[in-house]
């Protein structure tokens, strides 16, 4: 069996959901390749020889879906590139999947827009065991072929190990410099830990290429609005692997990682973070509940609830034995629920219902 995603670009989640599944697909005799219509900073984490394609020329794309021998092809995100793939020849299932939209309300608009494609031209649809996401699929397309279920985590390769000690507790946080990554309440978070007596130190993990210049321009006078300058550091496209590093060392330092978002599909951040045993404080939104159980795998505050999310990393910073217990209870969760072997069973499964393999 040979399969194909396609995407953008990649970076971001979609490169490591699309690197991971590839490779354990092919552990089990399914042959993966990936398809990018642009460069991204996350080709660098692809160092186990995943077939990528880099083109977005519909006679190389042509070629590819007419030759490449592939059983199926999922589409991720781009509604339209559905009808792209099928004018160009592709006459074989046509898997649709996003891994989140945005906001509910946003999401609700994309998916408005592309109802007449997917009904056209869409096999299936595939999400993540999201609320909001599986409300609106139900809702609006209950007349189409749809399935769900839980992302993997790379449990082999990418978790904790020991790190020197970091002589200040560091809050971190990965993300775009984006309104739905709100970066903003970071900021604000850190800067009112400060304001209550802890020497934190604020670490952000970017790919600066996918940041929004008017956002950038708003960062740099919060950074100075917070009196924050001196407190962040900025790291770019640090390499996937890499980053178990820089977690496990926030973990160790007594910090923890700060999810802000307003909505996630998923949330690899988070899952990749408790992994490596670091704790999460998280906004409340319908991609992070699938990793965190308040007060137990990781921290929930209200959306906008600043004063208190401040508060529960002042419990973390505080309470030694509370933090080593979340740390030891949380990884010990994402490793069983994410494990990559479930992922591979399921997208078997939803293969063999439509008829391939």
Known sequence: MRLLFAYYLPSGGMETLNRLRADYLRRHGVDCHLLYFWRGEGLGNNTTGIPTIITNDDSEIKHLLVYGGYDAVFVSTDALTLGRFRSLGFAKPLIYETQGLGSKEQARETLLGAA????????????????HLHELFQGM???????????????????????????????????????????????????????RGHDVHLWMFEDPTLNQPEEEAAFADQLSALGLADRVVRHYNVPNLVMSDYL?????????????????????AVGEAML???????????????FIEHSLTGMLYPQHGIGIAADLGEALLRDAPFREQM??????????????????????????ALGIG
């Open 327 to 352: 740390r030891t209870i949380g990884r010990h969760y994402v490793t069983q629920r994410f494990a990559p072997s479930l992922y591979v069973n399921n997208l078997l499964l939803m293969l063999r």
């Open 141 to 195: 397309f209950s007349d189409l072929t749809q399935f769900s279920f839980d992302n993997l985590l790379d449990t082999e390769r990418f978790g904790y190990h020991q790190v020197p000690i970091h002589p200040n507790p560091i809050i971190g946080w990965i993300g775009r410099i984006e309104p739905n990554k709100n970066w903003r309440a970071y900021l604000q978070i850190g800067a009112e830990l400060i304001r």
């Open 116 to 131: 007449p494609f997917l009904r056209s031209f869409a096999s299936a649809v595939l999400y993540p065991r999201t609320s």
């Open 276 to 290: 490596c045993r670091c704790p999460v404080v998280a906004a409340d939104s319908d991609g992070v509940r699938a």
């Open 248 to 268: 496990s060392i926030i973990g160790d330092s007594g910090g923890f990682l700060a999810s802000t978002s307003i909505a996630e599909g998923f949330g690899y």
